[in-house]
């Protein structure tokens, strides 16, 4: 590959891509310096060009649906990668209306999966989520795992995953999966655990708690989740699945106490309510496979927890409105939504 690759970011508006595009526009990633990036992104609730406005002017956008075939065709030649960050991504969402997730998740994956191979791209990689496995007492999935997703949102994962793998083993595109524990960071759509909870202890609400809060997810700070897509699409083999494993696995319990601790707040902030539905109990990945070509991540939990806290605190404009538009009018409905 290239110095200067043209790289297609699918659904780099969103919180992770944008994380990747930043840094890639950036310089993070010293193999491609002068990369070439066209972002096309839908702009759905979830898409903000607010995310990408700290590199605005350094890359192309298109705004237009992964489903959308004719579009694709224009957009993906020319490309020397293409990453797919696109996805209808919260579960509680998928629970209360899945159409949409079947339609981005599985439709649209087969919709660029399809551009990728009729315009012969040399390298493409689709993002996925540790949720594809269900949910596993004790130990760790490892790539062999067989899928057993228990949610709208993970199943229609799923079904992308086995699109891009068919896409591979059929038409031998050039197409690795990645799988990622639950990530955090700045820019995460406060829908989601950790930005739901600071923002709604920043402005002295109460924050959701579900069922026993006993649910085990492994966190992964969003710039080594992107570290790790980076690798594989370097160095991975194409056709295979690569695990992206977090740094701290936490109860929901303890995930809570140390975003008390953070934001100076007790016990009685805390609001417990009905489990969702389905929650699976625990997730845990094994990246022997990604670390075996030369993957590790950088930030530890304790650091990364404080520095995302810390950004929410000083970046209100940023979710202020998102948390407005996401509460309508009710002002007290934001310590009832949704989470991670
Ligand atoms: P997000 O919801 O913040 O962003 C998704 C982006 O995709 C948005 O910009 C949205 O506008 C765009 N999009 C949605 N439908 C589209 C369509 N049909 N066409 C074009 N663009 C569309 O999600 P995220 O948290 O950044 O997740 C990114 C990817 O990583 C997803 O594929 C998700 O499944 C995966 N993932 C997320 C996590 C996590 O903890 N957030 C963990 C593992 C994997």
Request: glycine share 10%; net charge negative.
């Amino acid at each position: 590959m290239t110095a200067a690759p043209r790289v297609l970011v699918t659904g780099g508006a969103g919180f992770i891509g944008s994380h990747y595009v930043r840094s890639l526009v950036s310089g993070a990633f010293p193999a491609w310096p002068d990369a070439a990036v066209t972002v096309l992104d839908k702009l759905t609730y979830a898409g903000n060009l607010a995310n990408l406005a700290p590199v605005e002017g350094r890359f192309t956008f298109v705004h237009g649906d992964i489903c959308d075939g004719e579009l694709l065709a224009e957009v993906v030649p020319g490309h020397d990668v293409v990453i797919n960050f696109a996805a209808e991504s919260h579960v509680d969402r998928s629970i209360a209306s899945a159409g949409e997730f079947v339609r981005t998740n599985v439709q649209g994956v087969q919709a660029l999966m399809q551009a990728c191979l009729d315009a012969g791209t040399p390298r493409v990689v689709q993002v996925s989520t540790d949720e594809v496995y269900g949910s596993i007492e004790t130990g760790s999935w490892d790539e062999e795992t067989p899928l057993a997703p228990n949610s709208p949102y993970s199943a229609a994962k799923a079904g992308g995953d086995l699109i891009a793998r068919a896409y591979a083993r059929t038409h031998g595109l050039p197409v690795s999966i990645t799988r990622c524990g639950n990530n955090y960071g700045p820019y995460q759509y406060p829908e989601k655990v950790i930005p739901l909870f600071a923002t709604n202890l920043l402005d002295g609400l109460t924050v959701p708690l579900y069922g026993d809060g006993g649910n085990v997810r492994d966190w992964i700070h969003v710039d080594d989740h992107c570290r790790g897509i980076q690798v594989v699409a370097e160095r991975g083999e194409p056709g295979e699945v690569y695990h992206i494993a977090g740094t701290a696995e936490l109860t929901n319990l303890e995930l809570t106490q140390r975003l008390l601790d953070a934001l100076g707040a007790g016990w009685d902030r805390v609001e417990r309510v009905v489990d969702r539905k389905g929650h699976d109990r625990r997730y845990s990945l094994s990246d022997a496979r990604l670390r075996a070509i030369g993957y590790a991540p950088l930030t530890s939990f304790p650091d990364g927890l404080a520095e995302t806290v810390r950004w929410y605190e000083d970046n209100r404009e940023w979710w202020e409105p998102l948390k407005k538009r996401l509460n309508g009018p009710d002002e007290d409905a934001s310590s009832r939504r949704g989470q991670a």
